[in-house]
């Protein structure tokens, strides 16, 4: 399941009261997707890395009080019932993330916070809301080359999540990066557009696999790379690169960049024009589909801030230069992503028609 179709998934699974339970590889954004969810919907996140938990740590060690024997209440237990309390948000979200990846007597602990929603005495507010992740045991269908150390749990005891198989999608990676949350390099961009089974390899032969959030830590050092180039060489770059996503990928990403010998048209520029030259049409026709799309996407973003009529024909004018396959999967993205003023103003554009029906010719 793709990105942008678990986050609809489990806020109707929490809605109805159960229990997601995400599986996918390390790396390939279950952390960033509960994030993502309570940003949406306005919940506070309370964190629980069940891989750092001791036996009898959650449940609270015992104390005698007046001669009685109470337990400790764990501080993340503590958090939630502050942020409840104190916090003007519209609920808790706990995310229970390695529940397979913890001591049998640990993960025993957490089924009973998740599923009987008290321990020891201390129950969980109704308005907290539970996720729970962990990666894919050998056992699953479709993961039988899985090497995870996991304490796979009972039958009894999966039969009560909902289970959600996260993948990672190339298409949904791009569109995060080249957002302001993602700001990676366009020349980042390209090379897994190019490449896109680069992404993630879990199933590599290498001992370092590439995911999705390697890309990022790639993403960011590249930044630094760029701006410090006086300070750093292409080979102290590669070597961030390889201890990221491995040699062989990082050889050709090396490579690529090496070899990248001239920068794409950014849309302020292309813009500024009244009519779109011949030598830049000429230009573009030459350009791979990963340039052009990265092209597309960012004329986009320009439009939706600088959205007047001769930005739509200039828009119009740059699509009619495209593939028509391309400029198919483009068109089909741009009315399910860009904003509804946007895409009506760019279906009464002529140009933009024009681009249109001369894929059918």
Request: glycine fraction near 4%.
């Amino acid at each position: 399941m793709k990105f942008s179709e678990a986050i609809s998934t489990i806020e109707l699974i929490l809605e109805s009261g159960s229990v997601p339970l995400i599986i996918g590889e390390a790396g390939i954004g279950k952390t960033s997707l509960v994030k993502k969810i309570c940003k949406s919907n306005s919940y506070y996140l309370v964190n629980i890395d069940a891989n750092l938990l001791k036996e009898g740590e959650i449940g609270g060690l015992p104390i005698v009080e007046d001669g009685r024997t109470k337990y400790a209440t764990h501080y993340k237990l503590i958090e939630m019932k502050e942020a409840i309390i104190n916090y003007n948000y519209n609920g808790v979200l706990l995310f229970i993330d390695e529940l397979n990846r913890c001591e049998h007597a640990v993960q025993q602990e957490l089924m009973n916070l998740i599923l009987n929603r008290e321990i020891n005495g201390y129950k969980l507010d109704d308005s907290i809301k539970i996720v729970a992740a962990m990666n894919p045991s050998n056992k699953y269908d479709g993961f039988e080359d899985s090497e995870y150390q996991v304490v796979d749990m009972d039958k009894a005891q999966e039969d009560r999540f909902v289970w959600i198989e996260l993948d990672s999608d190339i298409k949904e990676w791009i569109k995060w990066a080249m957002s302001e949350d993602g700001n990676v390099n366009e020349n980042i961009i390209e090379f897994l557009s190019t490449f896109p089974e680069y992404l993630n390899t879990p199933n590599s032969n290498e001992s370092i696999k590439a995911t999705p959030r390697s890309w990022e830590r790639v993403a960011k050092a590249y930044n630094i790379y760029m701006k410090n180039s006086n300070n750093y060489s292409i080979d102290i770059f590669y070597n961030v690169v390889k201890g990221n996503v491995g040699v062989s990928i990082a050889t050709d990403f090396i490579n690529y960049i090496k070899n990248i010998k001239n920068q794409l048209i950014k849309p302020k520029d292309l813009f500024e024009y009244i009519i779109l030259p011949i030598e830049v049409k000429e230009e573009i026709r030459k350009e791979s589909h990963s340039r052009l799309y990265i092209l597309a996407k960012n004329s986009l973003r320009y439009l939706e801030e600088n959205n007047t009529e001769n930005n739509r024909k200039l828009f119009g004018d740059l699509l009619i230069c495209y593939p028509k396959d391309l400029r198919l999967g483009i068109m089909k993205e741009i009315k399910s992503d860009s904003s509804e003023r946007l895409y009506k103003d760019l279906l009464n554009e002529d140009t933009f028609l024009d681009a249109f029906f001369n894929i059918f010719q």
